[in-house]
């Protein structure tokens, strides 16, 4: 009921509200929606900290921006493009998956943070290819049945609305799964994993392989929409915020990162500039988004104070985290 | 042929040898224990056995095929199922989903399959499921099928672990102190479960420090200190030898 509800008001929203810059909003917050989807996977299933996710998500952009652009004169249909971009990203992540198997929590962590830094720094110094830190602008416009997108966001809130109803049925499809149970096997104890015949080797790989796919559908996307790519998009700022949106929804839980996407985005991309123009407005020299950070930060901290799984909690953290808590006062 | 043979196994860790040329075998179907003080090498048999050591020399055949070098999951698709001497179920899974995943050995869907939930992902899943709460009644935990496995009485996590290990119905089942922890009443339906499961065809080879229960449920006894074998052969036979004795008891003082 009150997802038919959601979806009808989703599908109506561009009709209801014809502010353009609202639905823009929407839109590029429905990319964030999908990289969420996409980190769930790795950390949230498996429980494979990945502090360089938005590496993915930039090997996904810019496979749009050459692939589908004047920069090489290869004209792949974006529509084709949503296709290649996942199983490019996908072979990243299993690049990246490769060294780290052997490695846990803080040294994975920090291994992913290195890829996070080396994927933006890669795209920004092979300027030949990709005009370095200048980025790939003018690419291919996406259309359907012969009719162009334009600079509407319309369109691509509903490709958005689209891959991101793939994703959640994808997502929870693996979550109820041989596979998904294979990685919170793996999350909750590697060796006794191993001892039910799961190769750990291949699961470990095959959660870095979805969750890149689900940021490489993004990057398609959020390249076509904004009609350019360029390294500085995709810094290590982007993977912690993705991560925080986990942080803040309920790691694990489907809805709850949705829910934790969408409010992080709202806050970054609509009331933080809202509030600095209302300000402007009534004379006050006051920018809201310099503070955007502060902000993350006040929210991340009282959250892990007061509500440590999360807005929405998979039942899994949030018994977790209640006996952490209650540990003391049993003993 | 024995269902799994051992022969002169040697494993050392830096100076110590904790298992030292171990020849042993298992018949199929049959109910073997070993027994032996704190620090005999017992465990580090299993985890020979389960390819988490590899033998620095000797070998392990199982059902005619050769152990040494394979990995865990591999020698655990081979069909041989454990349990922990320190629990270590899936403690935030379901026990429901903790037995279903030991029989991820057996399952067949894949990345697609898991995916898209294909009409034979589904009837898999269906069919694993219906198994797995088979299991839990079999180890009488049917009303925990929804409850996290840390949330189960630790007799019941002991017993789901044995659910968990049967669930890619194994050949060979190795019980690491099943008895650990247990009152009298759950060691009696520890007796009878074990026998249950042999009665299914399994075998079962355990370590248990429960000498009663050794005693009562097992056709033959592997007696290891300082990680040799020093005795062998029917339980009452056992019980009497000079050297277990000594091994448990220390030799009795002016007798050297």
């Known amino acids: 009921m009150g997802l038919g509800f959601l979806v009808v008001a989703l599908l109506g929203f561009p009709f209801m509200d014809r502010n353009n810059s609202h639905v823009d909003f929407l839109a590029n917050a429905g990319a964030f929606v999908l990289l969420a989807l996409g980190l769930n996977i790795v950390v949230g299933f498996a429980g494979l900290l990945d502090l360089g996710y938005a ?44 060294p780290t198997l052997r490695l846990r929590g803080d040294y994975l962590a920090i291994v992913t943070l290195g890829f996070g830094e080396i994927v933006p720094q890669t795209f920004l110094n092979l300027a030949q290819y990709t005009n370095g830190p200048n980025g790939i602008s003018s ?128 806050v970054n991309s609509f009331l933080l500039p809202q509030s600095t123009t209302l ?27 007061f509500r440590p799984e999360g807005l929405i909690p998979s039942r899994q953290r949030a018994a977790e985290l209640h006996d952490v808590a209650a540990a003391p006062e049993s003993a | 042929m024995p269902l799994l043979q051992l022969t002169d196994v040697r494993k050392a860790f830096g100076g110590l040898v904790a298992v030292k040329d171990l020849s042993f075998e298992l018949a199929e179907g049959s109910i073997a224990a070993m027994i032996g003080p704190n620090g005999a090498g017992k465990s580090t048999v299993f985890n020979l056995i389960t390819g988490i050591y590899a033998p620095d020399a000797g070998s392990l055949v199982f059902d005619g095929k050769k152990l040494g070098g394979l990995g865990t999951a591999r020698i655990a698709s081979l069909g041989i199922a454990r349990t922990f001497q320190n629990i270590r179920l899936f403690a935030y899974m379901s026990a429901l ?14 990345i697609f399959g898991s995916l898209v939930h294909t009409p034979r992902q589904r ?134």
């Open chain 2, 97 to 110: 989903d903790n037995v279903m995943t030991g029989r991820h050995a057996r399952m067949h869907a894949g």
């Open chain 1, 55 to 98: 590496a993915f998500f930039a090997i996904g952009s810019y496979s749009y921006a050459m692939l589908a652009s004047q920069q090489f004169g290869i004209h792949v249909p974006f529509w084709l493009m949503l296709l290649v971009a996942p199983v490019v990203a996908a072979l990243f992540g299993l690049l990246l998956g490769a």
């Open chain 1, 139 to 266: 690419l291919d416009q996406p259309s359907l049945f012969g009719h162009p997108f334009g600079f509407s966001a319309t369109p691509y809130y509903y490709v958005l609305l689209g891959l991101i109803a793939i994703g959640i049925l994808a997502a929870r499809n693996l979550q109820n799964s041989r596979l998904g149970r294979a990685w919170m096997a793996i999350r909750e104890d590697e060796l006794a994993a191993r001892h039910m015949g799961i190769n750990t080797t291949t699961t470990k790989l095959a959660a870095f392989a979805l969750g890149a796919s689900f940021s490489g559908l993004a990057g398609v996307a959020y390249a076509a929409k904004l009609d350019l790519v360029s390294p500085d998009q995709f810094g290590f700022n982007v993977s912690v915020l993705v991560l925080s949106m986990l942080v803040l929804g309920g790691m694990g839980n489907i809805w709850g990162v949705i829910v934790g996407s969408f409010v992080l985005s709202f």
């Open chain 1, 279 to 305: 300000a402007h407005a009534a004379g006050l020299n006051l920018d809201f988004t310099n503070y955007r950070f502060m902000l993350y930060g006040v929210i991340l901290v009282s959250m892990m104070l």
């Open chain 2, 123 to 256: 009837a898999e899943e269906r069919a694993v499921r219906e198994r797995a709460r088979e299991l839990l009644r079999f180890v009488e935990l049917e009303r925990y099928a929804g409850s996290y496995a840390r949330n189960l009485p630790y007799g019941g996590q002991r017993r789901l672990e044995i659910a968990r290990a049967l669930a890619g119905d194994p050949k060979l089942l190795l019980l690491d102190e099943p008895a650990a922890g247990m009152n009298p009443r759950e060691k009696d339906a520890l007796i009878g479960l074990i026998a249950r499961i042999r009665e299914s065809g399994v075998t079962v080879f355990l370590i248990e420090h429960d000498m009663a229960l050794v005693m009562n449920v097992s056709e033959r006894v592997t007696v290891l200190d300082y990680g040799e074998k020093i005795a062998e052969g029917l339980p009452d036979v056992v019980r009497r030898d000079e050297r277990v004795i000594e091994a448990y008891l220390g030799r009795a003082e002016g007798a050297a």
